[in-house]
């Protein structure tokens, strides 16, 4: 089993339907969530490129398997059409003294532009007039701290329209979760190239910002993965340093991301009025954001086969939460064996991944207190998300957890949100082709003020 892209050249439209909130579908979705986890886990019966699941105390594959992004899949960036193979992509750019922060950081308020060089990586393929630059910025901590991030910049040539550029992020799936995991210290995922969104949204006369998030790229600091504050933080920063590479930036944004990328998406809509009430976020496409993974921790320690195979996705998240929250605190919770996995995690090749797992019978410590992780793996599900910004949900049938977003898309729903759920049966975790043409009009559609086709449309 692969899903991998498939390109639609044509396909038979869906008829929309508004569906209504009522307090008893909101009951049965959340009760539904974890059946529905469980049952997709189930399906996911084998890894990326079609090899079967790799069994406990192997070493641990891609995660596609359980829905965040692998370099099969498509770029992290969700262009479903990489610009070179998995390999070369594995191998981030070698270490650079850009990404090193300054030593005190400097004072300025978030978002501002620390350093920036132009980015002319040999595998830029876009040609799309424009100018690339690599950017690092003042961001926000989890713990409320200054922190440096990085990110690329993307600027289409000529004058801009009256008002200025609208700007939009395009946020990346996952690569990994070690310094050089970022999109911009691996060019090839970087999206610039033709096919990908950055180019579509150039193409309409967006500004585009991808930020590599933190801890990804700048070091010093270790990504809180999956945390939705530290997601949305890095997105909404980049989108005020975009102002800085071209003064002629309006405040008009929207987000685009998929997998990790998604639930990134998700949450810069849900911070955005607090954080950056300055910008005006116009819509978000989150395709397949990362969903359920919450109930991980309790899956694997109640030794569920639907949940044990994948260890190396439950240290991933054991980490992302530790450095998000320090009442989480891998040494309590892991076993020596697993500690040790988890802590080589931080280190290993980005996309490909390799490190060895232990057996998940070998991975919590004997009444080990999940609730730390739990709490903090549950602050920041998908669907904790409240925002009154118009959500797409583009979701391909070929993803294993594509019923666990449609019962996202309606929780999200049943909370006020507008959300529009696009289903495409014959696309993967990440969508491309004619899909994606459809997320990114869409996209410019919020942007000229066009009204959402209803309050929720599945």
Known sequence: MTNGPRYLSARTPSVPRAVPRTEAASRASRWAVVWLFVAALAAAGCSREGQERVPEGKPFPAPQAVGVASAPSGTPDGSGSPTAAPSAAATPLPDDAFYDPPEPLPQGAPGTVIRQRPYTPAEARLTQPSRTSLVMYLSTGTDGSPVA?????????????????????????????????????????????????????????????????????????????????????????????ARTVDPEVSATALVYGGSQGGHAALWTAHHAAEYAPELDLKGVAANAPAVGFELMPELIAQQSPLATPYVGMLLMLVNGASAADPAVKPAELLTPAALAAAEQIWTEPCISGGTPVPPATDVFRPGADLGPLNAALRASASNEVTTSVPVLLPQGGNDVLSSLNEGLARQLCEKGTSVEFKFYADQGHTIGGGPMDDAIAWLDARRAGEPVTGSCVF
Do not use: W
């Not at 004058?159 to 990994?176: I, L, S, W």
């Open 149 to 241: 991030a990085s990110g690329l910049v993307t600027v289409p040539d000529g004058p801009a329209p009256a008002g200025g550029r609208p700007v939009a992020a395009v946020n990346h799936g996952t690569m990994g979760i070690g310094s050089t995991c970022g999109t911009s210290r691996s060019p090839a995922f970087a999206g610039l190239e033709d096919t990908s969104p950055v180019a579509k949204l150039l193409a309409r006369g967006f500004v585009v910002v991808q930020p590599d998030y933190i801890g990804l790229g700048v070091t010093g600091v270790r990504h809180p993965y999956l945390n939705g504050r530290s997601a949305a933080y890095a997105t909404l920063d980049i989108l005020r340093a």
